[in-house]
């Protein structure tokens, strides 16, 4: 299973290589997960709060979540991460927290949140990957 969300990922993601690539793609998903993916977020979170009292459906939410970081900390490699599996961590904790605001709060415009989301995944790229890309 987990196996088919990483090639689903990388068939989606496929092409961004560079920050400005990365920060496009991960501001379409942030933006996708809080609008035309809404439900899917939802569902996620409301199992994610679900499985803090469930071991097995805990065991299978890190599983999934564990193929997105490996291949988000795959693409911060190429784009030069010093250390791509804490960037990867980093990151997928300012997305699921930015959705969680957005979903909650707003904005609801696409393209409101898409000028919400971008400068704070801005500023963690920017921390966590060298502007030259690698070496």
Do not use: F, K, N
């Amino acid at each position: 299973m987990e196996r088919l969300l990483e090639l689903d990922l990388e068939r989606e993601l496929a092409g961004l290589d560079g920050p400005v690539d990365l920060l496009d793609g991960l501001v379409a998903v942030a933006v996708s997960m809080a609008t035309t993916q809404r439900h899917r977020t939802l569902a996620r979170h409301e199992l994610s709060l679900a499985a803090v009292r469930d071991p097995d459906l805990r065991s299978a939410l890190l599983a999934g979540g564990d193929t997105i970081r490996r291949l988000g900390a795959r693409m911060l490699d190429r784009a030069g991460a010093a250390d791509p599996v804490a960037a990867a961590e980093e990151l997928a904790a300012v997305v699921d927290g930015l959705v969680l605001t957005a979903l909650v709060r707003g904005p609801d415009d696409p393209e409101a949140l898409a000028a919400w989301v971008r400068p704070p995944l801005e500023r963690v790229l920017a921390a966590r990957v060298r502007p030259d890309g690698p070496t």
